[in-house]
Nanobody, 119 residues
Framework: QVQLVESGGGLVQPGESLRLSCRNS????????MGWYRQAPGKQRELVAR???????NYLDSVKGRFTISRDNAKTTVYLQMTSLKREDTAVYYC?????????????WGQGTQVTVSS
């Protein structure tokens, strides 16, 4: 059973940094992506960054060069290092674990952590 536990959100000023963590306390699949989505008030949830089984990463264009996704050696925890934060980065950030299993795919979500960038 997959359970995603997030931590690291908070209130910061523009230009500051935060690091989000997401730990999968359950089973680890052979093929998966693990990453972060965010949803701002009145907007759709969007993919921020993800990392594939083999280590390939994808980023939302607006965070490229500012955010870095990484994981630990055990591949149970994924991190999102956010630097040069902007007001428009304010959102609830959700950890996502997407599993590829044969012809099926499954999504698991964390509870969400609030990131607020404000002066």
């Amino acid at each position: 059973q997959v359970q995603l536990v997030e931590s690291g959100g908070g209130l910061v000023q523009p230009g500051e940094s935060l690091r989000l963590s997401c730990r999968n306390s359950g089973s680890i699949s052979t093929f998966y992506t693990m990453g972060w989505y965010r949803q701002a008030p009145g907007k759709q949830r969007e993919l921020v960054a993800r990392i594939f089984t083999g280590g390939t990463t994808n980023y939302l264009d607006s965070v490229k060069g500012r955010f870095t996704i990484s994981r630990d050696n055990a591949k149970t925890t994924v991190y999102l290092q956010m630097t040069s934060l902007k007001r428009e980065d304010t959102a609830v950030y959700y950890c996502n674990y997407h599993v590829f299993s044969g012809a099926s795919e499954y999504d698991y979500w964390g509870q969400g952590t609030q990131v607020t960038v404000s002066s």
